[in-house]
């Protein structure tokens, strides 16, 4: 079996615009000439550890993976709040609302104005600077959003669209004692079946 082929690093904007598209980044162009503009705008074309000539076509460029991952970077939010960070499941946090809002307070988070800040808008409570996350957590971020999940309602919650199993019907109880009577009374008929005082008394007991 063979071994799973190593990315490019180096892509052509076909490439990394075909990268673009099938990855999801949001915020980023997802045309060729929307994308070179992009670059161009950031001044990646300017280091040479990101943007160089194609080797094989001179007149062509090429651009380092890595901007790939610095473009869902920067575009990721930089402010989470506790729910961004537990419906995210990062790695080396509580995944509960309340354990993790006692986690934040215990390490000091709530003590830090720089990098903490009242949340605006609907619910209240505070905001974190992404940069009070451990490195781990970072990362696992910056793959939520590029997965496109923030504000995802199907993303938040696991909700199963399956149709509840259908109810069995509700017996009809007088049908059920009707065919009881019926089964008796035949019984009865083929016993007596023997004498005629017997065959009629049968009859008559099953009319009483």
Known sequence: ?????????????????????????????????????????????????????????????????????????EKAPQWLSVGDMVRAKLPGLPRSSGTLDFYLKRHGWRDDPGRCRGRHGQGGGFEYHISLLPKE?????????????????????????????????????SAVKNSQLLAELVARVIKAMGDGDGFFKALGDGNG
Do not use: C
């Open 1 to 73: 079996m063979k071994d799973r082929q190593k990315p490019k690093e180096w892509l052509t904007l076909a490439e990394l615009t075909r990268e673009v598209v099938e990855r999801e980044i949001p915020g980023l162009p997802v045309s060729g000439s929307g994308l070179l503009h992009f670059v161009r705008a950031h001044k990646i074309d300017d280091d040479p550890n990101l943007y160089r000539r194609n080797p094989k076509y001179r007149h062509m460029h090429q651009f380092h993976r890595s901007i790939l991952e610095s473009f869902a970077q």
């Open 137 to 173: 957590a970072q990362d696992a971020w910056f793959r939520y959003i590029e997965r496109g999940f923030l504000d995802d309602p199907t993303a938040k919650t696991e909700t199963s669209s399956a149709s509840p199993a259908p109810q069995a019907p509700a017996h009809d109880l």
